[in-house]
């Protein structure tokens, strides 16, 4: 089992630019959400998905899309990137909710 | 609003004596608590969890202890080891909802 992957490791944007972050993962897992990690603030979710076909926002959604359209899937999407979407970026699965989340290697985004 | 807190920024340990890490929450509905290690340029790992009904789980040389009275848990590693440094998260969740709240993290620093 390859686990939580993510793509890219790294990414550079200029403001405005879009992009999306890729999450996969081989577990079989209903549950997926997705993370920013700032300096001193811990992480906080940004969108979570119980299962295909649903999608719910988390802490700080604003500025970002998700989809769930498979099992193994996750992408997150930035439709215009701004500098305060510099951050770190977690995928995370777990088998249900409630349960042990696994998380992936993280995406470092610096939007300039 | 921070419902999980981690007062202490850091803390820096001999090796082979105890290291304990403290957690505080606000929100009542929590009642599954977990402890994420994290090296740098990595993702969080799962360390070990706790549910509301026990007070107590041990796995290894870790040790988690939960209060539920005081809203209090804490992470006791014995013996600590130099491989131990990285930045500790304790997170909590509610089983009924999954998502987790994560605290803003302790950088353990274990010297030989």
């Known amino acids: 089992n390859a686990g939580v992957t993510q793509t890219p490791k790294f990414q550079v944007l200029k403001t405005g630019q879009s992009m999306t972050l890729q999450c996969a993962q081989d577990m079989n897992h209903e549950y997926m959400s997705w993370y920013r990690q700032d300096p001193g603030m811990g992480l906080r979710l940004i969108h979570y998905?119980?299962?295909?076909?649903?999608?719910d926002q988390g802490e700080v959604p604003n500025g970002y899309n998700v989809s769930r359209s498979t099992t193994e899937d996750f992408p997150l999407r930035l439709l215009s990137a701004a500098p305060s979407q510099t951050s770190v970026y977690f995928c995370a699965s777990s088998y249900s909710r409630g349960y042990t989340q696994y998380f992936g290697p993280g995406t470092r985004l610096t939007v300039l | 609003d921070q419902q999980v807190k981690q007062n202490s920024p850091s803390l820096s340990v001999q090796e082979g004596r105890i290291s304990i890490l403290n957690c505080d929450y606000t929100n009542s509905m929590f009642d599954y608590f977990l402890w994420y290690k994290k090296y740098p340029a990595e993702g969080p790992t799962f360390l070990i969890s706790?549910?509301?009904?026990?007070d107590k789980n041990e796995d290894g040389r870790f040790t988690v202890f939960l209060n539920k009275s005081a809203k209090h848990l804490s992470l006791h590693i014995v013996p600590s080891q130099p491989g131990d440094s990285a930045v500790y998260f304790c997170a909590a969740t509610g089983t009924s909802y999954g998502k987790l709240t994560f605290g803003q993290g302790t950088i353990l620093t274990v010297h030989p």
């Open positions: 998905s119980v299962g295909a076909g649903i999608t």
């Open positions: 706790i549910s509301s009904i026990k």
